[in-house]
């Protein structure tokens, strides 16, 4: 009769492991049902896109890709030290990644014997860990005076370069 009495009171779970993974998924899934319900009833009160502003909405799917800046062109030149302090001193005071500091010597004399014009070449394309300085706030000649000033700086004697004429 005792084995009579077992099997009646067996249940669906019968291993240790059973019992466990019963235990997580009764908690989780009333989780996850909460959820898809706080989701499903605040879904009605969310305005579909563009409803708010049309004209915006669609303005937006439909810019253009690429954008043009205008620049004063009789704006006059900033000093190769105003875009050294600007752009170029993030790096080149403290000498990171590898950039040559301002006023290092030993540092700047392999650079300085390529001369100006490979300077100019790795500032404007970029070098190493240095990005291309060209096409960003400032012009090329700007640039071009910033690596003028930092190679002065450690002995060079390299000449500002001019502006390019008009045609």
């Known amino acids: 009769m005792s084995e009579q009495h077992e099997e009646a009171h067996t249940g669906p779970v019968k291993t240790p ?19 898809g319900l706080v989701y499903y009833i605040t879904s009605d009160h969310k305005p579909a896109l563009g409803a708010s502003n049309p004209e915006e909405a669609i303005a937006s799917r439909i810019q253009k890709v690429g954008a043009v800046q205008i620049k004063d ?20 005071t403290s000498g990171a990644a590898g950039a040559p500091k301002l006023g290092d010597t030993a540092a700047w004399s392999p650079r300085i014997k390529t001369g100006y ?15 291309a300085q060209a096409g960003g706030e400032h012009g ?27 045609k």
């Open 17 to 35: 492991t059973q019992f466990l993974m019963m235990m997580v998924l009764s908690f989780i899934i009333p989780v996850f049902v909460i959820i």
């Open 73 to 92: 062109a009789n704006q006059p030149l900033k000093t190769g030290e105003a875009v050294y302090a600007a752009q170029c001193a993030a790096c080149h």
């Open 117 to 131: 014009p490979a300077l100019l070449n790795s500032a404007l394309k970029g070098k190493n860990a240095m990005a």
């Open 140 to 166: 090329d000649v700007e640039i071009g005076r910033a690596v003028v000033y930092m190679a002065n700086a450690a002995g060079a004697k390299f000449a500002d370069p001019a502006p390019a004429e008009a």
